[in-house]
């Protein structure tokens, strides 16, 4: 089968290329060859309960940011 100008190089004609154990797509003009993506098996929804990515005030992402510094320790004369 013959895809019309799908090539993501050259927008040339890709042509669908059954190998042993693999298919995949390769360009006419430019020979460019693209795999097709692994499916995943399976997907589970996984609820986000993440409440440090709400929306918080500049100041106090600013204090919380001043707090997290380590403090040098003092040079000696």
Known sequence: MLY??????CQGDMSRVEDIGDT?????QCGHTSYAAPTPEAVQAVDAQRTWLAAVDRTVAR???IS???V???QAA
Not at 4 to 9: G, I, L, M, V
Not at 24 to 28: D, G, K, M, R
Request: proline share 15%.
């Open 63 to 65: 204090k919380r940011r």
């Open 68 to 70: 997290r510094t380590p």
């Open 24 to 28: 995949y797509f390769s360009c006419v």
């Open 4 to 9: 019309t100008k799908a090539c993501p190089r």
């Open 72 to 74: 040098r320790p003092a």
